[in-house]
């Protein structure tokens, strides 16, 4: 294997706990915050704390979307350069011999 193939597996290996680390915090937030059973009536304190919460809540989703958008766009550009690599060491396929 040459260092080009090596560099571009650990790129993917990088890319890959960057997603592991954002769903494990999403995890977290996820445990934490829908904590009630699915038909529990929330009581008036229970909303009024959500409503407090509601923008920084959004403004954390909003966040982890936004990573999850840029590790993907990182991973299409590396399997970019592994298909790039791997036409250049094979060729294209469009030999007629």
């Not at 403004?59 to 990573?67: A, E, G, P, V």
């Not at 550009?77 to 690599?85: C, F, G, H, N, S």
Request: aromatic share 10%.
């Amino acid at each position: 294997m040459n260092w080009e193939t090596k560099s571009l597996i650990e790129d993917i290996d990088i890319i890959k706990q960057k997603i592991d680390d954002l769903r494990d915090t999403f995890v977290w937030f996820d445990d934490d915050y829908f904590n009630h059973e699915p038909n529990h009536m929330l009581t008036r304190e229970e909303i009024e704390i959500h409503g407090r919460n509601y923008h920084e809540h959004r403004r954390y989703i909003t966040q982890h979307i936004d990573l999850l958008n840029m590790y993907l766009k990182e991973l299409d550009t590396v399997l970019e350069d592994i298909e790039k690599a791997s036409s250049a060491k094979f060729g294209d396929g469009t030999d007629n011999a």
